[in-house]
């Protein structure tokens, strides 16, 4: 059976392990980044409290 | 595509996390960070620590967009030096087209954010510092003149008065003061590094200092520079973003690196050869400290109130 083995299995396992901790710190920084807005936002408008024009 | 062939292929290479990051330049990158927060936090009136905090990662990203962009166009010189042939792109790890996007789409992402987090005014200096670095600098003059990275010094100068602009909207006689002081400190800093790697910059090509009018002229020069450098950065000192603490680093900083850059002026090709650089090596790491000293010393004095009443002031 080992002969038979498929020869770039292990190549693609580490491909997709590469892949996958890529995808995981793309959607950290997406994360971080809705954070850092919604953040920005609330103190944007805590610096214009009671003056809904400015 | 046969097995036999698909076997006979080299792997093709796929860039890890850490490619990406590089590509940013994270070294560079710090420099901009620290220098834009002190140029942001010693500006007047205070803007709000989470604004703060976001329009300094704006020009952060904006810096590391114009790194990728600069690794994109300089690959076909990178994969020719030591130093840099294992960056991402010319390692072959990540694409030119890969690089090129990441470097676009960052430097619309962190404009577009800086003009919404700051002001306009800011987010036009960052896009014309990442259009001065990427064009100006990578596309021209590092190809075409030894001025290359006196004028290109210019993009590395801009994020304290970008920090400035995105707190306060205006450009200050203290802000440019504080771009002139990274201006004139980059040809010394700069040029310290050409000396003990220019057979790489003359193997690529690359019209530095050192390969187009020999060491004794840049020798000369880093000194010059750095005598304007450190003028410029007493004159910080006497400022409303200056103070007795900028003031006594500077007298020390500026001692250690003017005897520093006096040592490397002394010395000809052979002494360095000897000693395999070691005056400038030491100039280059000296050179990073002191900027680090500098703008924290303008930290310092602006947490402890600005300049003190009865202080010197130039303006």
Not at chain 2, 105 to 127: C, E, K, P, T
Not at chain 2, 208 to 222: H, L, S
């Amino acid at each position: 059976m080992r002969e038979n083995a498929d020869p770039f299995e292990g190549r693609e396992h580490e491909l997709h392990r590469r892949r996958r901790g890529r995808n995981y710190a793309v959607l950290a920084v997406l994360a971080a980044f809705v954070v850092l807005m919604f953040a920005v936002t609330i103190a944007k408008m805590g610096s214009h409290a009671g003056n809904p024009w400015g | 595509m046969s097995m036999t062939t698909a076997s006979a292929a080299p792997p093709a290479p796929e860039a890890e996390l850490r490619d990406w990051w590089r590509l940013l330049k994270p070294r560079v990158m710090s420099l901009v960070i620290f220098t834009a927060f002190v140029g942001l936090i010693a500006a007047p009136g205070a803007a709000h620590p989470v604004v703060a905090l976001a329009a300094v990662l704006c020009i952060a990203i904006g810096a590391g967009a114009s790194g990728a962009l600069n690794q994109w166009y300089d690959a076909d010189i990178d994969v020719q030096m030591k130093r840099t042939r294992a960056r991402p792109v010319p390692s072959g790890r990540v694409a030119p087209g890969e690089a090129l996007g990441f470097g676009v789409g960052l430097s619309l992402m962190s404009v577009a954010m800086l003009s919404v987090i700051g002001n306009f005014l800011a987010a036009g200096l960052l896009a014309f510092t990442i259009f001065f670095y990427a064009v100006i600098y990578t596309m021209w003059l590092k190809r075409a003149t030894p001025q290359n990275i006196v004028i290109g010094g210019a993009a590395g100068a801009f994020p304290p008065m970008i920090g400035w602009a995105a707190a306060t909207g205006t450009v200050s006689p203290e802000s440019v003061l504080m771009f002139l002081v990274i201006f004139l400190w980059t040809p010394p800093h700069f040029w310290a590094l050409a000396l003990f790697a220019h057979e790489d910059y003359r193997a690529a090509g690359v019209p530095m200092m050192p390969v187009v009018r020999g060491e004794r002229t840049t020798r000369r020069q880093v000194l010059g520079y750095t005598l304007a450098m450190s003028a410029a950065s007493f004159a910080l000192a006497f400022t409303p973003v200056g103070g007795p603490v900028t003031l006594a680093v500077a007298l020390l900083a500026n001692g250690v690196f003017i005897a520093r850059a006096w040592t490397v002026a002394r010395r000809d090709a052979g002494m360095a050869q000897a000693d395999r650089y070691k005056a400038e090596k030491k100039l280059f790491g000296v050179s990073i400290v002191y900027l680090f000293a500098l703008f924290g010393a303008v930290a310092v004095d602006t947490l402890l109130g600005g300049a003190p009443g009865g202080w010197p002031l130039l303006f």
